[in-house]
């Protein structure tokens, strides 16, 4: 029973602290981002950050990145109170429950259908909110998979051929948590000191240590990656890069437009999409050849890996099937579907069926 047991969890001790596999929270956050693209009832949106910051907070390591989640809530919420003053300013007046009415501003006769101002009902606040809400709800949830995942471990993990690209998802990724932790370090400083640290004075002031700070990090990346051999290829032959191109193009294509059929509800998008995706994977298999790599420890894929990327990616086929996409005049109070509540709740169980992360001195 505990070979089998070792077996499923990938070779690891049954409960004992280990990383889980980078590709398995990102599996489950694009799988909760992409139930909250399909859906406009603001009772699952809200289930979807609910479970999302449930499982932030049992399975947050101890680790600078992980202050993303945090980060990208606030800019989340700035993204629904944009949608709601663009409503506001230039939104279709929709609705007949008026709220109250904006100053009104003409505009030339090239922009007509545009307004400018006007009577703001409930109906288009409503639905600028939900709107809104949606792409925050996306933003969550990315948040939540640079919060769970550690860059390193996720650009150790990305196939050989997509090594170049992963690379630089992984810097932009981590620009913003790291930016903000020489914030706090530079405003500690200035605390410490006696200075004042709320204010643009104080701001402008602490735009260049957190500059410096910002070029140290890129200068030491820079030198890591040169040190580790980044960027180093085998010889390869003009047939191979060739196919490898003529595969990777047909495969964007082919991905490019099976979405399109996809979102059109056309019959053939599914296998235009399906044929897409083959092709651009084996293009990336292609190019993998001549990018020798090394791979030190690699993180275990067990049981926990896949419960966590099954529920994520069940949370969005539920959603997708059981819950409406439309937002309709007049308002009516949404209605919750049980079998899309069930999968988003059983999207929460990672933060009980996954390990623990291991404590800081034991993360490498």
Known sequence: ???????????????????????????????????????????????????????????????????????????ALVVIVIRVVFAMLFGVRIGATELFALPTVGLPEWMAGVTLGGPVTAEMLYIAVIQGAQLATLLICVGAANSLASPVR????LPAGLYHVGVACVVALSL?????????????????????TRGLRAAAQAAVPVLESSLDDAINLAAAMDTRGYGRATATTARERALQATLVLAGLV???????????????????????????????????????????????????????AGS????????????????????????????????????ASPAVLTPSPPLPWRTS
Not at 154 to 157: G, N, S, T, V
């Open 1 to 75: 029973m505990t070979e089998t047991l070792t077996l499923l969890t990938g070779g690891a001790t049954v409960g004992a602290p280990r990383w889980l596999h980078p590709g398995a929270w990102w599996i489950w956050a694009l799988g909760l981002g992409a139930a909250a693209t399909r859906t406009t009832n603001p009772l699952l949106l809200g289930l979807i950050v609910a479970v999302a910051t449930l499982v932030v907070s049992a399975r947050r390591p101890q680790a600078q990145w992980a202050g993303a989640f945090g980060v990208f809530v606030r800019i």
């Open 154 to 157: 996720l650009l150790k993990a």
């Open 176 to 196: 913003a948590p790291r930016i903000m932790v020489n914030v706090r370090r530079v405003m500690l400083a200035r605390r410490m000191r006696g200075r004042p």
């Open 254 to 308: 082919g991905i490019a437009l099976g979405l399109y059929a996809v979102l059109g509800a056309s019959g053939w998008g599914w296998l235009l999409l399906g044929l897409g995706v083959v092709m651009a994977v084996a293009g990336i298999a292609v190019a993998g050849r001549r990018i020798p790599r090394t791979r030190y420890r690699p993180d275990p894929w067990g049981l926990p890996e896949t419960l966590t």
């Open 312 to 347: 994520g990616v069940l949370a969005a086929i539920a959603v997708m099937v059981f819950a409406t996409t439309s937002l309709t005049v007049p308002l009516s109070w949404p209605t919750l579907p049980p079998v899309a509540v069930a999968a988003i709740l059983l999207a």
